[in-house]
């Protein structure tokens, strides 16, 4: 069923140098125009060399299907993830979109029902936004490898939606990819099987906010079938399940939108404290928990340099800390260089390491105060984990 290719978990990991990627063309200039600073590059420098995690799986597969890619992020070697790395993953496979009969529909509760081809999309805006986000499945299992970042251009949804103009009683946005599935729903004692569209919604105030966009393009090219092509969603600080790709019909209700992947498939139950009383609260998955995880460890000289990425709901980050084996928490650096929704970078520089076998762990804090999570054990479903990811490394 996994086709692609695995790849051995303790063997030599390809990196770029920071010098091959340079010349590919992602130039210090082109980099530069978007504020990003040349130290962000975290490609190896002259002379540094990979240490080796431990604790990778082997085989470890990063490329499970033509249609499913994990990030391996020891390979993390720029601010804006390749469309050849993106992670990518989907329920029902990829749809087939005749472009020439492609149009974006938006129905409902609405003063004008419109209905879009994508150069009409494309001449309402072309703005850029920097935004990274996670699967919400994410976790130790996959190497943390269900995250990446990238420059996106589009539309903000809510100029879109004004074409439409929503009526007052229009609560609940749903939006449609042109994917679609057979499934069996449950019913008390009733099992009902239908045909159904990938559909995820917005609350009105949430969808005419200035942070969704319509998106059309990843990296300054255009989107990739694996990212969504021709149209998707961002819904930047969210979850990646908000980011409907394929996104081909925007309907306005006014009841709650209550499909799968919004209420059932995508949900967390956590046992809380509600008023003195212990109670289950079951919540739909939306806005990113904040998770920073270590990706690389290098070594030049006698120093060793850790490397990390961070992501969240676009709160901003106000420490990441490490910790070795036992030792006490260490400030390390972030390096935050493109925008609140982009995910940040950390590392952080480890002296004095002895040969054998460490551990490893970071955690961030935001300026709110919630530190991330050393475990989550009131949470009794895998979704949303942004536990500290401890990590294992072999110095020798
Ligand atoms: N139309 C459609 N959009 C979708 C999905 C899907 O199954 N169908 N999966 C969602 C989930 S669960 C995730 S994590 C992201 C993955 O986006 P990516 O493939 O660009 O990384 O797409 C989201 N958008
Ligand atoms: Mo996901």
């Given at each position: 069923m996994f086709?692609?290719?695995?790849?051995?978990?303790?063997?030599e990991v390809p990196v770029r140098t920071r010098r091959d990627i340079l010349r590919s063309g992602l130039t210090v200039a082109g980099l530069a125009a978007f504020g990003i600073p040349e130290w962000a590059v975290p490609a190896l420098a002259e002379g540094e060399t990979l240490v080796p995690f431990t604790d990778i799986p082997n085989p470890f597969v990063t490329v499970p299907?033509?249609?499913n890619r994990f990030l391996d992020i020891r390979k993390i070697d720029g601010v804006f993830t390749p469309k050849d790395q993106f992670f990518t993953t989907q329920h029902y496979g990829h749809p087939t979109v005749d472009l020439a009969a492609f149009r974006l529909k938006i129905t409902g509760l609405v003063d004008h029902p419109k209905s879009f081809t994508v150069d009409e999309i494309k001449a309402m805006g072309r703005e850029e936004l920097v935004a990274g986000f996670e699967c919400s499945g994410n976790g130790r299992g996959r190497m943390q490898g269900l995250a990446s970042n990238g420059k996106w251009t589009g539309v903000p949804l809510k100029k879109v939606l004004r074409e439409a103009g929503l009526k007052a009683d229009g609560h609940e946005v749903v939006f449609y990819g042109a994917d679609h599935g057979e499934e069996e729903a449950d019913f008390r004692q009733q099992k009902i099987k239908l045909d159904q569209r990938f559909g995820r919604s917005l609350p009105r105030d949430v969808a005419l906010s200035s942070e969704p966009y319509i998106v059309y393009m990843l990296n300054n090219e255009p989107l990739t079938t694996h990212q969504g092509a021709p149209l998707r969603l961002l819904v930047p600080g969210w979850y990646g399940v908000a980011n409907v790709k394929w996104l081909s019909h925007i309907h306005v209700q006014k009841d709650r939108y209550m499909g799968k992947f919004q209420s059932r498939w995508y949900r967390t139950m956590r046992e809380e404290k509600i008023d003195g009383e212990t109670m289950w609260n079951e919540t739909e998955v939306s806005r990113m928990r904040l998770k920073s995880a270590i990706a690389r460890?290098?070594?030049?000289?006698?120093?060793?340099?850790?490397?990390?990425?961070?992501?969240?709901?676009?709160?901003?980050?106000?420490?990441?800390?490490v910790k070795i084996d036992n030792g006490p928490w260490q400030a390390a650096t972030i390096q935050t260089p493109a925008g609140r929704y982009s995910w940040k970078f950390f590392t952080y520089t480890w002296t004095g390491a002895t040969a054998g076998e460490h551990t490893m762990v970071s955690r961030a804090t935001d300026r709110d105060g919630y530190v991330q999570p050393e475990q989550l054990a009131e949470k009794k479903t895998f979704l949303e984990d942004n536990s500290q990811f401890v990590r294992k490394v072999m110095i020798s």
């Open positions: 086709a692609g290719q695995p790849f051995q978990g303790r063997l299907s033509e249609t460890v290098t070594k030049e000289g006698s120093a060793h340099r850790i490397f990390g990425f961070i992501l969240n709901d676009g709160t901003p980050v106000k420490s990441v800390e």
